[in-house]
């Protein structure tokens, strides 16, 4: 949990207080003020920790509560003596944060007299010099620990932040795989279940070829469910290039193709091999076409496919493709690639990527 590095800060800090409230309960209970003296010690130790908290959680300085600490810190002195004096530590601790939080050298500067102050005191007065000498040096010791805290804090929600990115990241793009290659796969099992149903009430030869090819997409989808799952690229450029075409014959669609370009990046296939997916989808979906005509060729090392198909019965807009184009715009984006499409008059679509060829 990102809260445990503070509660670990908090923990580490608290457990060195004993090492200053053990010496000031000897003093006090020397002075006659020991019961006075604890319930001050008390409060004194919470409105530090609730400023040590905040400086953790990044809710800025309280300034309210250092003034605090310092009336906290040197009203008893004047009660219960030297007794009180180890008790400067937490002040010097406090101002160093807040120092190292407003980028104060002001405040740096003040936290290391909070205990040496004592020593313009009259020498009656003082009988542990030992104390406001170390004072500072125990408040940089708070700092240091306080710091590490709200490092590791820092670095556990960055962690976490990573963790999450990744996790929403790995299902994006399981969903997208998902959809694009197993959408394809039952958009042309349905088409083939048609064509089955329709030879077998004419008792055509070739719907025992079909009912075949048929068995084939089943596997070839349960095969891609695979992958998807098992972030296993499989895709073929050139195998869905014929793919392609047999499919939109075997429907009754004339494909003319049209390749000149070979030896593409892995990268730019595998987006082209989805693009192919989507606009032969796309035909099959949104139009009663005839003809279609897929061209890949390159440019100025541009690569540009293209598929265009007759047969539209109404304009048909990229929102209308639904997640599909948005899958697809989102791949060829990554490769610095554009996706158009366009209406054309006669009834006609164009469907076009181009993307740079990877060096």
């Not at 494909?255 to 989805?274: F, I, N, W």
Request: charge should be neutral.
């Amino acid at each position: 949990m990102p809260s445990s590095p503070l509660m670990l800060g908090t923990l580490g800090l608290m457990a060195g207080v004993p090492a200053l409230t053990v010496p000031v309960h000897r003093g006090l209970a020397d002075t006659g003020y020991l019961l006075e003296g604890s319930a001050v010690l008390l409060v004194l130790l919470a409105v530090h920790a609730r400023f040590v908290l905040g400086i953790l959680t990044r809710k800025g300085v309280g300034w309210w509560l250092i003034a605090i600490q310092a009336w906290l810190t040197y009203l008893p002195w004047t009660f219960v003596g030297a007794t009180w004096i180890p008790v400067s530590a937490l002040l010097s601790g406090a101002l160093l944060l807040a120092a190292h939080q407003m980028r104060s050298f002001a405040l740096a500067l003040l936290s290391l007299v909070c205990g040496p102050v004592f020593l313009a005191t009259p020498s009656g007065a003082l009988s542990d010099v030992g104390w406001a000498v170390t004072a500072p040096l125990l408040g940089l010791v708070e700092f240091t620990l306080v710091s590490l805290a709200g490092q590791a804090h820092r670095l556990s929600a960055t962690r976490s932040d990573v963790i999450h990115r990744a996790v929403v990241q790995e299902r994006r793009r399981f969903t997208r795989d998902l959809h694009d290659l197993v959408g394809h796969r039952l958009t042309v099992l349905v088409l083939k279940a048609q064509l089955v149903q329709r030879l077998v009430h004419e008792h055509d030869e070739k719907a025992e070829q079909e009912l075949d090819e048929t068995l084939a997409l089943l596997r070839a989808l349960a095969s891609d469910v695979r992958a998807v799952a098992h972030g296993e690229q499989r895709s073929s450029l050139e195998n869905e290039l014929s793919s392609a075409r047999a499919l939109l014959e075997s429907v009754g669609i004339r494909c003319q193709m049209r390749v000149s370009c070979r030896d593409l990046s892995r990268e730019v296939g595998e987006a082209l091999t989805h693009a192919l997916r989507e606009g032969v989808t796309n035909v099959l979906r949104h139009a009663t076409a005839r003809e279609c005509a897929i061209q890949l060729l390159e440019q100025d090392r541009l690569v540009s496919l293209s598929i265009r198909n007759d047969g539209v019965l109404q304009p048909y807009y990229p929102k209308d493709g639904g997640q599909g184009l948005i899958n697809l715009t989102e791949r060829i984006a990554v490769l610095g690639g554009a996706l158009e499409t366009t209406t054309l008059r006669g009834g006609s679509f164009l469907f076009q990527i181009r993307i740079p060829r990877s060096n």
